[in-house]
């Protein structure tokens, strides 16, 4: 057989759970991002301001971490279209 199914099965279970694993590493790394204390401006405050910087590093952590839950997510949809295609024919089709 060409494409051995159990396998691929396996090794897509596995992607899908490292990157799940990962992006709830970052997810956690940006709740844990130390927020110093805003300062008062009277105007816009500068973009190399502790506290806006954090917030942009936060976030930058989010957006990986929404990007590798997106992606777990379509590797478990893959296994399972995958898994499905290992019942293929049904066992009524097969009879007819």
Avoid: C
């Avoid at 844990?32 to 401006?41: E, S």
């Avoid at 009277?42 to 502790?50: E, I, K, L, S, V």
């Avoid at 590093?57 to 296994?79: D, K, W």
């Amino acid at each position: 057989m060409i494409l051995d199914r159990p396998k691929l099965v396996s090794r897509l279970d596995r992607g899908s759970f490292i990157l799940g694993l990962a992006a709830a590493v970052f997810w956690w790394w940006s709740a844990g991002v130390h927020l110093p204390a805003p300062k008062a401006y009277f105007d816009q405050g500068p973009d190399n301001d502790p506290f806006f910087m954090a917030i942009k590093h936060s976030s930058n952590l989010n957006a990986i971490a929404a990007v590798l839950t997106g992606l777990s997510v379509a590797l478990a949809a893959v296994t399972s279209w995958v898994r499905n295609l290992q019942l293929w024919p049904p066992r009524w089709i097969a009879k007819i």
